[in-house]
């Protein structure tokens, strides 16, 4: 599967095609991996690791919105296109930081064995989607489950379980621009499905169907069929 993170602004936000892949192939279906992504606004780049190794730096643009949801699970707007994890999909510790971070920080989180969250003061939110959507850092940004998502305690990477999704449910929170600074890393376990033939939302922070808009604010992290 493709990794793809879609934003900027203008009619090609969003043209579904090899121009928004950041790396291709993240790994096989049905085992665990670890993507971390940090974009810097004032330098218009991406940065990709998986597995704690850093293997890609693109340019992109990217503009901020404080109107919106930040959605795990699900892309923005929901129409029958909604761009939801497909079903039996597994996440864990997916946490939100307000800095770029650098490879020896991603490589201490994936590393990291217990749930406690490292950097501390950067972090803006930390999931550990042990039986719970509860932020388990100082800030209380708790999650919201929309449709139930529910936790499996016999397969997860990191303390007692992982959210499962069932290809119609997501985790959502409000955002007022917490989840939209102009530097931020994104670092989770993620073990997919296969994608064949579908493009599927890991997170979104955006406006309306991301397919739809013209104008891409903040963003959406994606996985589509290679």
């Excluded at 920080?105 to 039986?131: C, M, Q, R």
């Excluded at 993620?190 to 994608?195: A, H, L, N, Q, R």
Aim: include cysteine; glycine fraction near 8%; proline fraction near 3%.
């Amino acid at each position: 599967d493709d990794l793809d993170f879609i934003t900027g602004t203008g009619t090609n936000a969003w043209s579904n095609n090899a121009a928004d892949s950041i790396y291709p192939n993240i790994g096989n279906a049905n085992a665990w991996v670890h993507l971390a992504f940090g974009i810097s606004k004032s330098a218009s780049s991406v940065v990709v690791y998986v597995n704690g190794i850093l293997k890609t730096t693109i340019a992109r643009t990217y503009a901020n919105n404080t109107d919106n949801p930040l959605r795990i699970g699900a892309g923005g707007g929901f129409t029958a296109a909604d761009l939801f994890l497909k079903a039996g999909t597994l996440m864990d510790n997916f946490r939100f930081y307000n800095k770029v971070l650098s490879a020896a920080e991603i490589a201490t989180i994936v590393a990291d064995t217990t749930p406690e969250p490292y950097y501390s003061n950067f972090l803006v939110a930390s999931y550990n989607f042990d039986g719970n959507a509860n932020d388990s850092s100082a800030n209380n940004n708790h999650l919201s489950s929309i449709n139930s998502v529910a936790y499996n305690t016999s397969d997860c990477q990191v303390g007692i379980s992982s959210a499962v999704f069932k290809g119609f449910n997501y985790f959502q929170i409000n955002n007022d621009g917490r989840f939209s600074p102009n530097n931020f890393t994104i670092a989770f376990w993620i073990k997919p499905v296969s994608s064949a033939g579908t493009t599927q939302s890991i997170a979104s922070c955006t406006p309306g169907t991301a397919v739809h808009q013209a104008v891409q604010h903040d963003f959406v992290l994606c996985t589509e069929d290679a």
